[in-house]
C-alpha cells in the first residue's frame, strides 16, 4: 500500500465487530459500523473533489447496489456495481460486480466480477475484521477502475456516458422500487 492509500485507509476507520449476515444483533451492530466508515468515506471523497460512486442496500444489508465513475480525458465513464455479502463475512470479501463489463477485460470473473485476488484478497484476509465495505471501495473497486477503464476506453470496448443510457430510457416505467 502506498502512503496515500495507507492515509486514506487511516481515515475511513477500521471496523471492530466480527459477524456477518447469519449472526442476528452482532450483524446489525456490525453493519452500523459499515455505515459509519461508508459516511466517512464518502465525506473523505467529497473534501478531497474526488466524489466518484453513489451506493444503497436492502434493509438486511446484504445486498448492495450503485454507480461508479472515472474520467478519462474530461469524459465521464459510469457503470452500475453490485455485490452481496457472502455468508462466511467479514472472513470473506465481498465480490463486485460490474455486469456490463463482463467479458471485456482479462481481469475480471464470470457475471463482471472485478479480479481483486493478486492484490486486494490478501490485505483484506490480514485485516480481518477491521475492513468493511467502504475499505473494499477504497483499495479493491477505485484502482480497478483507474487500471481497467482506461485501457478498455483506449480499446474502444467502453465509451463515455452510461452504457445503460439507451436502454434505461426503452425501460422507463417498469421498474419495481
Known amino acids: ?18 459477524a456477518g449476515p447469519r449472526d442476528g444483533d452482532a450483524w446489525v451492530k456490525r453493519l452500523k459500523e459499515e455505515y459509519k466508515a461508508l ?23 446484504t445486498r448492495w447496489q450503485g ?29 463486485i460486480q460490474i455486469p456490463e463489463l463482463d467479458g471485456k477485460t482479462p481481469k475480471m470473473y464470470r457475471g463482471g466480477k472485478i479480479c481483486l485476488t493478486v492484490h486486494f484478497k490478501p490485505l483484506w484476509s490480514k485485516n480481518v ?15 480497478w477502475l483507474g487500471a481497467e477503464i482506461p485501457l478498455l476506453a483506449d480499446r474502444g470496448l467502453v465509451t463515455a ?9 426503452k425501460d422507463e416505467g417498469t421498474s419495481t422500487s
Open 67 to 95: 454507480k461508479c465513475w472515472t474520467f478519462i480525458d474530461n469524459q465521464k465513464y459510469e457503470f452500475d456495481f453490485e455485490f452481496d455479502i457472502p455468508v462466511t463475512y467479514p472472513t470473506t470479501a465481498p465480490e
Open 1 to 18: 500500500m502506498d502512503c496515500s492509500t495507507k492515509e486514506r485507509v487511516g481515515k475511513i476507520g477500521f471496523l471492530q465487530t466480527r
Open 39 to 61: 459516511i466517512q468515506y464518502i465525506k473523505l471523497n467529497k473534501d478531497t473533489d474526488n466524489d466518484w460512486f453513489t451506493l444503497s442496500s436492502n434493509k438486511a444489508g
Open 129 to 143: 475484521p477491521h475492513f468493511g465495505i467502504a475499505h473494499a471501495l477504497c483499495m479493491g473497486l477505485a484502482p
Open 161 to 169: 456516458g452510461s452504457s445503460k443510457d439507451s436502454s434505461s430510457a
